[in-house]
């Protein structure tokens, strides 16, 4: 079946200091690849939206220049945090659709603290 | 603009017993319905679907929902709970793939007691 890897699972980083979150499509093209952020107890919340080598569709209220999206290959999508703060902390999960009907595969998610 | 709620955030069961957690959705087109399940630090797991067809729609782990159009409602249900059916169920919408996003529910936490 379609897999996602996402990596890191884990990540302790610094206040002010940059993190990548990747999530790779293993077995199909990711065509578009969903980002979602969930807070301890929470729903999952789209941060924003991405297509093979156009810029991401952004939801309102999400700061583009803060969660940088980029989906420059079938099945690569990266989301970095910039200059993280400790109300960045959360669990992000990405979410890919592809070429193998209509379906959506997530990542294991990635839970982000910044201390 | 498409939108679920889950009534009942939290809903506890005895192992045996039958498992419902309730879904309503808002949809200005024919919707796509989604049921997932989510462990402890994990991603989301696909229990079924409904996207066209039998209303009726099974899934894994003995699992089903029945979508009703004039309820609005598409309804998780489980005929007898066992321990590991504990986790976070969420259920969702999408709008046909015109977009392709998916939106959620709150989530209903399931407690299932020996």
């Known amino acids: 079946g379609a897999v996602v890897s996402q990596h890191p699972s884990r990540v302790i980083c610094k206040s002010g200091t940059s993190v990548k979150i990747e999530c790779r499509s293993l077995?199909?093209?990711?065509?578009?690849m969903f980002w979602y952020r969930q807070f301890p107890k929470q729903s999952l919340m789209l941060m924003a939206t991405?297509?093979?080598?156009?810029?991401?569709?952004?939801e309102q209220g999400v700061e583009k220049d803060k969660f940088l999206i980029n989906h420059a290959s079938l099945t690569l999508s990266t989301l970095t945090v910039t200059s993280a703060h400790p109300e960045d902390s959360s669990f992000y999960i990405c979410?890919?659709?592809?070429?193998?009907?209509?379906?959506?595969?997530f990542g294991s998610g990635t839970r982000l603290t910044v201390v | 603009a498409q939108s679920v709620t889950q009534l009942g955030s939290h809903v506890s069961v005895s192992e045996g017993a039958l498992v419902l957690l309730r879904c309503n959705y808002s949809?200005?087109?024919?919707?796509?319905l989604f049921w997932y399940v989510q462990y402890p630090n994990q991603g989301l797991q696909l229990l079924l679907k409904?996207?066209?067809?039998?209303?009726l729609v099974k899934g894994i782990n003995g699992f089903e929902a029945e979508f009703k159009k004039s309820e609005t409602s598409f309804h998780l249900t489980k005929p007898s709970a066992h321990m590991s059916d504990a986790a976070e169920y969420f259920c969702?919408?999408?709008?046909?793939?015109?977009?392709?996003?998916?939106?959620f529910g709150q989530g209903t936490t399931l407690q299932v007691k020996p």
């Open positions: 949809s200005s087109v024919p919707p796509y």
């Open positions: 979410s890919a659709r592809g070429d193998r009907g209509y379906g959506y595969t």
């Open positions: 969702a919408v999408s709008d046909q793939g015109n977009t392709g996003k998916l939106i």
């Open positions: 409904y996207t066209t067809g039998a209303t």
């Open positions: 991405s297509n093979e080598g156009s810029k991401a569709t952004y």
């Open positions: 077995d199909f093209q990711a065509t578009t």
